[in-house]
């Protein structure tokens, strides 16, 4: 987990408001990937994104949920009019590359959504 | 679609007894990563397998990859309480972008 930092660490949003995680990759990384985790169950695949480019998207929902990395700053996963269906635990996991190695990621604490 | 399978699904057993987990896919992997993750924190990384029939050691565990690189096992001997969590393994195919991962076995080593 060392390096990948996502902020804030616990997010509760009541219904219909919108939801910004943030995520800054471990230092020289230029790779993220966002995932959601439910209670007790492995990690489901969001999005993939390099530095102002989405590579795969196709693990977002079509409707609220949209995912940027800027040349500049943090990878933000938001999520409009949030829905209690929204809460889970969201990671951002970081990697140099899939190119490089065997494209292993590195993982960030978390940021825990609660839609009340 | 699950892509891959573990099991056991839970596993509650005494300290200093061994355990095997297991990953299983009709997929092929050009590598696969095996994670614990503790309760209000991210996967931990534990290791990352790319051979078919690789083995690797990390003390008290021992990963294999399987030879047609489908499946993977996690060996745990004498295992400690310390070693409790929710053990995840990770595939990413030969292509596209995804890692794709399993549905997690929660461990629970009972001192």
């Known amino acids: 987990n060392a390096g990948v930092m996502q902020n804030p660490r616990h997010l509760v949003r009541r219904r219909g408001q919108e939801a910004r995680l943030r995520c800054s990759p471990m230092?020289?990384?230029?790779?993220v990937y966002w995932y959601r985790q439910l209670p007790e169950e492995g990690l489901k695949f969001m999005v993939y994104l390099q530095k102002e480019n989405i590579i795969d998207e196709s693990g977002m929902p079509k409707e609220r949920f949209s995912a940027e990395f800027p040349k500049e700053g943090p990878s933000i996963l938001r999520i409009q009019q949030v829905v209690r269906g929204d809460s889970a635990a969201y990671f951002c996991?970081?990697?140099?590359?899939?190119?490089?190695?065997?494209?292993?990621?590195?993982f960030g604490p978390g940021t825990r959504l609660t839609v009340l | 679609t699950q892509l891959l399978e573990q099991s056991p699904q839970f596993l509650s057993i005494q300290e200093g007894e061994n355990l095997t987990v297991y990953c299983n896919s009709s997929?092929?992997?050009?590598?696969l990563q095996w994670y614990r993750q503790e309760p209000g924190e991210g996967p931990v990384l534990l290791v990352t397998?790319?051979?078919?029939?690789e083995v690797k050691k990390l003390k008290r565990l021992t990963f294999q990859f399987g030879d047609a690189r489908k499946d993977s096992s996690l060996h745990i001997t004498a295992a400690q309480p310390g070693d409790t969590g929710l053990y995840l393994c990770?595939?990413?195919?030969?292509?596209?972008?995804?890692?794709?991962f399993g549905t997690g076995t929660s461990l629970t080593v009972i001192p």
């Open positions: 230092k020289g990384h230029s790779h």
């Open positions: 997929s092929v992997f050009s590598s």
């Open positions: 397998v790319v051979t078919g029939g």
């Open positions: 996991a970081s990697s140099p590359g899939v190119s490089s190695g065997s494209g292993v990621q590195f």
């Open positions: 990770a595939g990413r195919p030969n292509t596209g972008n995804q890692f794709y």
